[in-house]
């Protein structure tokens, strides 16, 4: 079954409104807007409530004043409302359910404004809240769901004339608050859906052979592109997770897939885009049309170049899944310390052979247990390339026993089938949505995995980051609600293309890399300040010790807000020439992200001022 069954009726609650009908006229606490309590830049300026109207009557009366989803569970708020409450209530920690909702994003932390100024529920018991403010936080005050190109075009015109900041919104799958800004206007692309089939495409002006392709509309969802490319026979390069929007911050950010190791990046199979840039031209780039812009946009950071309405990507060749699961358990009476940078050092030993043959690794690394998966297309590896690494854990039996095996080749019929039915519940069932996540990562170069020497020193520091980031847990005594901290090292990097990396503008270190090593903090209502900061700094501080050794990459889309030489974390060398693109297409600087390419100048923009609200903290 769907998971998209899952969710309760939402087709009332995709916005919450000031007014009962049409745009509030004033802005009253606390719906005040940021300028009235961040610092702001001298030329700050907001149209008027009239000039608000204008654009209502343009858009067809469709503009929408937006206020927190969980408002309504609010008993002080004015617009609490018990039945509309329990529909938030019962739906409150669904992907799907809070991907509908134009002021819902999937992690609590970044709808708010700092510490405790946003509106949300206690994800692990979602309960109406007494006595307590519900705070617009992120939430921009206005919102539009655009259905075309040209509702995007006017969209973009009328902010650039008015010196508005456009937030742009997909799914709000983000893991640095991207998708959405105090003082903005939000820009909805989630309602733009379909993908067609395309057995002969031919990009725009080109004069390229023609190749099966799959055209996505921005709004489009991994489950959703999966079956349009189950029913023509062909495979779609998709991220693991169910419900992200591939043409969003997926695409803009590289596009990792377990399909990877053999194809490489969703960016190295991107044919052409659809976008709307800072001059509300609608334009199709391509490898033959402002091809400049094309190597931008596949990987250069998302939000940075304009509003994206559709994708075309190569419609790839159906194989079987082949899949080998295991659980892995360390001698407990023994040092875990020891067992657990042996255990990471054995796998790096493997790993670039592992991954230069096609195959995609996962490690859900804890210090008693690691989960370890390979994932390939069927037909072209054999699962006997495991068998080395197979062969000396095994010969380790006394340090480490294998508690489950689910090993077999054709065990999944396609890669869809793999992804809707498996591998995309496992991964959704990870998450914990409606809480507080933050990420920090970073990307391990083949080179550090190649002698045994660096690879102990790879493997001591990825220990010692989790012990960084562990420490703050032990504040919480036994019986309270403790945040989830976790190890994951992905082996799905794009061995496949890596003497493509100078073709795209996503970040070169992910091309270089065979891991991705990833620390991940969730956490609920509760935390006081000073815990949530102490959260918060331990995550990012988890990537120092990688960092000491020179590992200095991160995959954008799974990294940290609070990397500080993010210009290099996030674009490596390819910085300089984004920038000069961006200035081309975009001189004003209009659309910006936090740090994004061009954003040096904005980061303390109104926009941003909650960044600074979270490092307060």
């Not at 503009?63 to 509309?84: G, K, Q, S």
């Not at 395309?198 to 990009?203: G, I, K, Q, S, T």
């Not at 703050?472 to 036994?478: F, I, R, T």
Request: glycine share 8%.
């Amino acid at each position: 079954m769907s998971l998209l069954s899952q969710a309760a009726p939402l087709c009332l609650f995709a916005f919450l409104y000031l007014a009962a009908r049409g745009l509030a006229s004033v802005f009253e606490d606390p719906y005040v807007l940021v300028q009235d309590y961040y610092y702001v830049s001298e030329n700050f300026s907001w149209p008027s409530a009239s000039t608000w109207m204008a654009l209502n009557d343009t858009l067809g009366g469709e503009l929408h004043t937006l206020r927190p989803w969980a408002a309504v569970c609010y008993i002080d708020d004015p617009l609490y409302d018990p039945a509309e409450c329990q529909t938030v209530l019962s739906n409150y920690t669904n992907d799907y359910a809070r991907e509908e909702i134009a002021s819902a994003l999937l992690w609590a932390n970044w709808e708010s404004c700092g510490y405790n100024n946003g509106c949300a529920l206690n994800h692990s018991n979602p309960q109406t809240v007494l006595g307590e403010t519900c705070h617009q936080g992120t939430t921009p005050p206005y919102g539009f769901a655009i259905s075309s190109a040209q509702d995007a075009s006017i969209i973009v015109k009328w902010a650039a004339a008015h010196n508005v900041k456009l937030t742009i919104k997909n799914t709000g799958h983000d893991y640095l608050g991207r998708s959405s800004g105090p003082s903005s206007l939000q820009i909805l692309t989630h309602k733009l859906k379909g993908t067609v089939y395309v057995p002969d495409f031919v990009p725009q002006g080109s004069s390229a052979a023609p190749v099966p392709a799959l055209k996505i509309s921005a709004g489009s969802q991994a489950e959703e592109i999966h079956a349009i490319a189950e029913a023509n026979n062909v495979m779609a390069l998709l991220g693991t997770c169910l419900t992200v929007g591939t043409a969003g911050g997926f695409i803009q950010g590289g596009g990792n897939s377990r399909l990877s190791p053999t194809y490489g990046m969703t960016v190295d199979n991107l044919l052409e885009v659809e976008i709307v840039t800072a001059d509300g031209v609608v334009r199709t780039i391509n490898a033959a049309q402002d091809s400049d812009l094309f190597w931008a946009v596949r990987g250069g950071g998302a939000g940075s170049w304009g509003i994206i309405v559709s994708i075309t990507i190569a419609a790839l060749p159906p194989d079987a899944i082949s899949s080998s699961s295991l659980t892995i358990g360390p001698d407990v009476t023994r040092d875990l310390h020891t067992l657990g940078i042996g255990f990471l050092a054995l796998l790096g030993k493997h790993q670039n052979q592992i991954i230069n043959a096609g195959i995609a690794t996962t490690l859900s690394f804890n210090e008693d247990t690691y989960s370890l998966t390979f994932f390939w297309p069927a037909r072209h590896v054999a699962v006997s390339l495991l068998y080395p690494f197979f062969d000396e854990l095994c010969a380790l039996s006394s340090d480490y026993a294998i508690l489950s095996n689910d090993t077999k080749e054709f065990m999944y019929p396609s890669f869809a089938n793999a992804a809707v039915e498996h591998v995309g519940p496992a991964v959704e069932a990870y998450y914990s949505y409606g809480g507080s996540t933050e990420l920090a990562s970073r990307l391990v170069p083949q080179s550090m995995l190649e002698n045994p020497e660096s690879i102990d020193r790879v493997a001591e520091a990825i220990w010692e980051g989790l012990q960084i980031a562990t420490a703050p847990l032990e504040d919480y005594p036994a019986g309270t609600s403790k945040p989830q901290i976790s190890l994951t090292i992905f082996g799905d990097m794009p061995a496949a293309t890596r003497h493509r990396v100078n073709e795209t503008g996503a970040n070169p270190g992910s091309y270089h890399a065979t891991w991705h090593v990833l620390y991940s903090g969730s956490w609920t209502t509760g935390a006081n300040r000073n815990k949530y900061h102490t959260l918060s700094r331990a995550v990012y501080n988890a990537v120092g010790p990688l960092t000491a050794l020179g590992i200095t990459s991160s995959y954008q889309n799974e990294g940290s807000a609070w990397e500080t030489n993010w210009q290099e974390a996030f674009f490596g060398y390819k910085y300089d020439r984004l920038l000069q693109i961006k200035q081309k297409y975009d001189p004003t600087n209009f659309f910006t992200t936090y740090k994004g390419v061009g954003s040096e100048s904005e980061l303390r923009s109104a926009a941003y001022s909650c960044y600074e609200a979270y490092q307060e903290a």
